[in-house]
């Protein structure tokens, strides 16, 4: 009698044993499903349970409503942002074209016919419609970008001669605002991939940058690191905090006294996003009041 008890009890015992042991395997393959969904959100796929057990169902039904929940909003979300971006495509090709032709004519009139106070309007009006100009392209290249229907033109390019030509070109505003510049590269030549539109419009920006928020001075850096091409721009600043470093790539965000200025917070959007469709990236930090963003990319 006592064998058969000892029989049946290990026997329960196995058999709890192999239970608990499917349950767990069926836990961590549950858990590794919803990692998978988490991280590949647009693959229409829900929690399965391998073991049958009425409570685990219960807790992967509930499971699989939540994502069906998510998956919804978030096809719902992606659709308005990019019908929003198709529209602000589109209104910007609209004003492009007319704005054009307002810029055109004002620079058509002979201010030379007209007293000094009517020459100065018109110059105030031609400044602020090409700033308006620059605006509508930013917003327009700025959901081309978003939406991937931005076409880059790659080639092999040295980056040392072109960075000391684009740099240049901003040498006399630089020495008006009597901001010091340090360029610094190395004297071999450096080679990467890249668009020359994109590129250029990467450093214009920067500069601008510089001209509109550096105090004193500007470092301008080409370094090279392993199979890596580090393009470093760093100026001191007494208006940013290191809570503003954090948010300089996020689109719309102007640090709170620049307001008043024309600045928009789409430059270095676009400027992240023109880099990382040429396979770079971007990164910014504050340290003793001098901001540093670098640029890098991978080096031919």
Wanted: net charge negative; proline share 2%.
């Amino acid at each position: 009698m006592g064998w058969l008890l000892f029989t049946i009890a290990a026997l329960t015992a196995v058999i709890y044993m192999v239970r608990f042991y499917s349950m767990k395997s069926a836990v961590k393959k549950a858990s590794a499903e919803l990692a998978s969904i988490e991280q590949n959100p647009a693959d229409n796929r829900i929690l399965l349970l391998s073991f049958p057990d009425k409570d685990l169902e219960k807790l992967l039904e509930i499971l699989n409503c939540y994502i069906l929940l998510t998956r919804k909003e978030r096809v719902f979300y992606q659709n308005r942002e990019r019908a929003l971006r198709a529209q602000i495509e589109n209104i910007s090709h609209d004003l492009r074209t007319p704005l054009t032709a307002i810029i055109g004519y004002l620079e058509l009139l002979d201010t030379g016919k007209l007293s000094e106070e009517d020459a100065a309007a018109v110059e105030r009006v031609t400044k602020k419609a090409k700033s308006l100009q620059g605006l509508i392209g930013n917003f327009y290249d700025l959901s081309r970008l978003e939406m991937n229907d931005y076409h880059l033109c790659m080639e092999k390019l040295e980056l040392v001669h072109f960075a000391k030509e684009v740099s240049l070109l901003f040498y006399q505003e630089f020495e008006k605002k009597k901001i010091s510049v340090q360029f610094d590269a190395p004297k071999e030549p450096l080679y990467l991939l890249a668009d020359v539109g994109a590129l250029e419009r990467i450093f214009n920006n920067m500069l601008q940058n510089a001209l509109r928020y550096a105090e004193s001075s500007l470092y301008i850096g080409i370094l090279e690191e392993n199979d890596k091409i580090n393009i470093v721009f760093e100026n001191d600043t007494s208006t940013l905090k290191q809570e503003d470093a954090a948010h300089l790539f996020e689109r719309f965000y102007v640090q709170e006294k620049s307001r008043t200025s024309q600045s928009t917070g789409l430059g270095l959007t676009i400027s992240k996003l023109l880099t990382e469709a040429m396979g770079g990236s971007v990164e910014a930090g504050l340290t003793k009041g001098r901001l540093q963003v670098r640029y890098v990319f991978e080096k031919l």
